[in-house]
């Protein structure tokens, strides 16, 4: 029994625990200073942008965050990277907390853990050459590495990427999105990580260059034995990549389910409605599922499920008791009354 204890928590790269993220709006007294009532109070507005997310990445795998523009994946991404500080809650690494520790003591976990950004055009220094880009990190992490070795690491890596090493002395502005995309991917690469965040990688690209650049993600996950925690809001990038998905509204995790399971069986109401908007070759007639009622503020974020006033099967219980996330017989983790209760009504 303590072996498999053991395994279990070995298989367990990351783990959040009801972490949170506010981003304070009033800074000075004077903001913070309201009239009501007859009389002068302070009040203090925050914006709620991570809310009690707990969840786990297993090594080896590809887990994708999914949800609307501005449901807190970029936020979570960024926690998980350092380089945010959570407003509450624990983030743990290889059965390590890190939210707690200072920059001097992540030194060394920053070679296991990097982050390819969103924007190929602002993510690389325009003043450094591609050569000067990749030898940074891997100098950084390996003061001790000779000249050469350094730079045959940079051409191997280049080379693994699909990046002529010819073109090192050339510019990040003589390259194309794609090719930038691929030159920070194979930035990430050189220090040999073993988790990588990606942020919306493929997002700023063109739709011929993403599926290039996905395919790449999956070759060095294969090769190099990677873990990925993916950012997205694209489902059919979810579908070809992701091994489990968890999805995000307002902050919160609605589901956590295996990829295959997501798509053949999707239980929450949120889940259902971005399913139906993903177009599919194959209907003649899509049904989409067009969510009505107002979308809550982050910043008085509801009593009850944030959800509960797009739902058409929210309840009195809905509107005031927020859902936890219950195991479902095959496996998913659902945070919905109207599942739980079994009263949903499509």
Known sequence: MKDLVNETAQDTILELK?????????????????????????????????????????????????????CGKSTVARLVAGLLDPSGGEIHYDGTRIDNKSRRELMSMRKKMQMIFQNPYASLNPRMTIQQALEEPVRYHNPGMSRSDVRAKVAEVMQSVGVDPTWASRYPHEFSGGQRQRIAIARALTVDPEFIIADEPISALDVSIQAQVLNLMLEAKDERGLTYLFITHDLSVVQHFGTRVVVLYLGSVCELSDTATLFNNPKHPYTKALLSAVPQLKDDKPNHIRLKGEIP???NLPTGCPFASRCASADNRCLSEKPRPLAQPDGAMVACHAVEEGRQTG
């Open 18 to 70: 009801n972490l949170e993220k506010r981003f304070e709006l009033d800074k000075g007294f004077l903001e913070k200073l309201r009239f009501k009532n007859g009389k002068f109070i302070t009040e203090e507005r925050a914006v709620h942008a991570v809310n009690n997310v707990s969840l786990e990445v297993k090594r080896g795998e590809a887990l994708c965050v999914v949800g609307e523009s501005g």
């Open 297 to 299: 503020t982050p910043i």
